[in-house]
């Protein structure tokens, strides 16, 4: 039976990646399925730190029980803070909490201090996350990692539903050219500067193609011009749908070795389209799917040891051909009958 369900999702202003990607593919994909679908959002800012519980009691002030005097059936919740919302069947498909207070904790991506006033707002989230998590009717995570999180530091269980990527259908395989695609928002959690500082290591003339923007770009342009790399670091921005699929198809390997990532729909467009994955042993959602000397290769976080991979590609196609045909069958699965049969109430 059709229902009326909005889907909650967060918005940081000026920015796009994955989030809001899987909300526009779950929007469509309930669409197809009959389903009265719509999305309401609210722009998020982190920063003052005194601001993060504003922005959570904007969310549980809604009433979204019922708009224009028509019922809406529930609600499915994204990431922090949008299912701090209330309805009496609100669905939670978990793409992050707020990762400076939780897994990057303690570690340069995160903002909060070792201060008084930080960790006593950390310690809100944390208990503000439990009680507002802990209503939802289902709590569903985009991978292992994000569930494991949510147990660890709230103590809340959940299951894994994966999202598929925009352009399964459209990814296929094409020879294994000469260059490594990266196509990871140019941000410092992705850690593209590991990849450049890989490749002034290699023995190889290996070269990468990078085809995101984000608020890294300059410095990595920089750091790419200091370890004169020249030619063999290119920075595309953003490209055309197209465009991204032969890239795909047409590379030998794809670097996606973010630092602990929540899912990342690289490596499942990289599997899809038989491209191996160089990744590193810490790279969360990553390794979920990515296996050492099976479908891709696996790394130490080091541009030495980052570099002896792509030197491994770079002069073997003929492994880059096998890892790539296994990549396929990893994420066969991943569609969205399963999950929308899974959030709809």
């Known amino acids: 039976m059709p229902k009326r369900i909005l889907i909650c999702a967060t918005q940081v202003p000026f920015v796009r990646g994955g989030a809001e990607l899987l909300v526009e593919g779950l929007r469509d994909a309930l669409r197809e399925r009959g389903h009265s679908v719509d999305v309401v959002s609210l722009p998020f800012a982190w920063q003052p730190h005194e601001q993060i519980a504003q922005s959570a009691l904007a969310w549980r002030l809604l009433d979204l029980t019922h708009v224009n005097a028509a019922p809406v059936d529930q609600v499915i919740c994204t990431k922090f803070p949008s299912y ?63 569930g494991e999180r949510l147990r660890r530091f709230n103590g809340l269980g959940s299951t894994p539903l994966y999202p598929p990527s925009r352009y399964a259908s459209r990814l296929r395989a094409g020879p294994y050219g000469e260059y490594i695609l990266s196509d990871a928002r140019l941000d410092a959690a992705k850690r593209l500067d590991l990849l450049l500082r890989a490749l002034a290591r290699t023995k190889t003339a290996a070269r990468c ?67 191996p994955v160089i990744t590193s042993t810490d790279a969360g959602g990553v390794l979920e799917f990515v296996e050492d000397g099976v479908n891709g290769l696996v790394a130490p976080p080091d541009p030495d040891a980052i570099a002896g991979q792509i030197d491994r590609l770079a002069a073997d196609q003929a492994l880059a051909a096998r890892l790539g045909a296994a990549g396929p069958a990893h994420v066969s699965g991943i569609g969205w009958d399963g999950v929308v049969d899974a959030l709809v109430l």
């Not at 020249?230 to 070795?257: C, Q, S």
């Open 209 to 275: 193609v990078l085809i995101s923007a984000g608020p890294e770009r300059a410095r990595l342009e920089r750091l790419a011009a200091d370890l004169g790399l020249g030619a063999r670091a290119e920075f595309r921005g953003y490209v055309g749908d197209d465009e991204l699929i032969g890239l795909y198809a047409g590379a030998r390997a794809v670097y996606y070795a973010p630092f602990d990532e929540d899912y990342g729909f690289t490596t499942v467009q990289a599997l899809a389209a038989a491209r």
């Open 84 to 146: 701090a919302v209330r309805h009496p069947r609100k669905v939670v498909w978990l793409v992050h909490q707020h990762r400076q207070a939780y897994d990057w904790y303690g570690t340069p991506f995160s903002d909060f201090a070792n201060t008084a006033e930080d960790r006593a707002i950390r310690e809100q989230l944390l208990r503000m996350d439990r009680a507002l998590l802990g209503e939802a009717a289902r709590r569903y995570t985009i991978s292992r990692n994000v």
